[in-house]
């Protein structure tokens, strides 16, 4: 079964760093997303990707965030300056046709900011 | 705005018994709504969902929730628990106009040997 993969597994970085985290959707997939989770707390949206540009973000996107895909396989999630507050899981997803059917989820980068 | 919430930050069973894990929604439309599962160290992984046409739904390792739109629920059930489905369990709604999801705060499931 096709999988969305996650690199790397865990990442520790320190405070006012640069980060990228790595994602490869599923191939034929057109819809692109990233989600993190704060340790003990809910799943919360930060950016959808559609046709080569944002089509949503949330709130948390803020401008220390920005994503990419370089070369048409990767879709990449970028904190420009890492807070304490950034530690969290990040979940790379992507969808074939949009959110309604749900979508495929990768495995996680967990993100220590020390 | 759409909101979910789970009662029940977290559920204990026996192995073989009933599984129940509730999930409320607000909605001011019909809503998409999806149940996924994130097991130890691993990412989320989609039950079940509801979209349109029937209102109770199968999903994947005996697992079912059924759309009840007079009581604003759709409640995860599994009639035998195993040892196996300890995990978190996470109710989603689609938010309105957008194409992300919002989710509960989730439900741990232990199973009780």
């Known amino acids: 079964e096709p999988e969305v993969t996650q690199t790397p597994s865990h990442q520790v970085t320190q405070m006012g760093q640069e980060v990228i985290l790595h994602c490869v959707p599923i191939?034929?997939?057109?819809?692109f997303y990233w989600y993190r989770q704060i340790l003990g707390q809910k799943v919360e949206f930060l950016v959808s990707?559609?046709?080569?540009?944002?089509?949503?973000k949330s709130e948390i996107f803020d401008d220390q965030f920005s994503v990419e895909r370089p070369d048409g396989s990767n879709f990449t999630l970028k904190i420009r300056s890492t807070k304490l507050e950034d530690s969290a899981m990040y979940f790379c997803?992507?969808?074939?046709?949009?959110?309604?059917?749900?979508?495929?989820f990768g495995s996680g980068t967990r993100l220590t900011v020390v | 705005a759409q909101s979910v919430t789970q009662l029940g930050s977290h559920v204990s069973v026996s192995e073989g018994a009933l599984v129940l894990l509730r999930c409320n929604y607000s909605?001011?439309?019909?809503?998409?709504l999806f149940w996924y599962v994130q097991y130890p160290n691993q990412g989320l992984q989609l039950l079940l969902k509801?979209?349109?046409?029937?209102?109770l739904v199968k999903g994947i390792n005996g697992f079912e929730a059924e759309f009840k739109k007079s009581e604003t629920s759709f409640h995860l059930t599994k009639p035998s628990a195993h040892m196996s489905d300890a995990a978190e369990y996470f109710c989603?709604?689609?938010?309105?106009?957008?194409?992300?999801?919002?989710f509960g705060t989730g439900t741990r499931l232990t199973v009780i040997p």
């Open positions: 997803a992507s969808s074939a046709t949009g959110v309604n059917y749900g979508y495929t």
């Open positions: 191939s034929n997939h057109l819809y």
């Open positions: 990707f559609y046709n080569n540009e944002i089509s949503e």
């Open positions: 909605s001011s439309v019909p809503p998409y």
């Open positions: 509801y979209t349109t046409g029937a209102t």
């Open positions: 989603a709604v689609i938010q309105t106009g957008a194409n992300n999801l919002f």
